[in-house]
């Protein structure tokens, strides 16, 4: 028989090394299911921990997989407020927004950018986004 957990938001950080150590799988919680046919826009969101723009790409690609084309009458958002990542600095950080969005729109899908403000002044340069 096979270790595991199951892991959601409710964990907060997770260090997989040790979780590794005595488990032989995680199963991640996707999100939620609700009934949206009240009228309510609905859009979606990502947040962040990649310290590289190809894990960012592979992220995305997987997160268009998960929607399957479902319609969406809001953006999809990369969340990009997680202290793990500022030290990737403002250009790459930056660039992984702009990459975000490239793959998102050519998904047929808007694509938003959802931090605080903190984030868009010292770790995001939003004029390089359209």
Known sequence: MLKGIDVSGSQGNIDWATVKKDNDFAIIKLGNIYDTDTGLKVGVYIYNYCNSTKTLKKGTKWALDVLNKRKLNLPIYLDMEDKSIKIEGK???????????????????????????????????ANKFD
Not at 103 to 114: L, Q
């Open 91 to 125: 250009t790459a950080l930056t660039e992984q927004c702009i990459e975000f969005a490239k793959i998102v729109k050519e998904a047929g899908y808007k694509a938003g950018i959802y931090a605080n403000l903190d984030w868009f002044k010292n770790y995001i340069d």
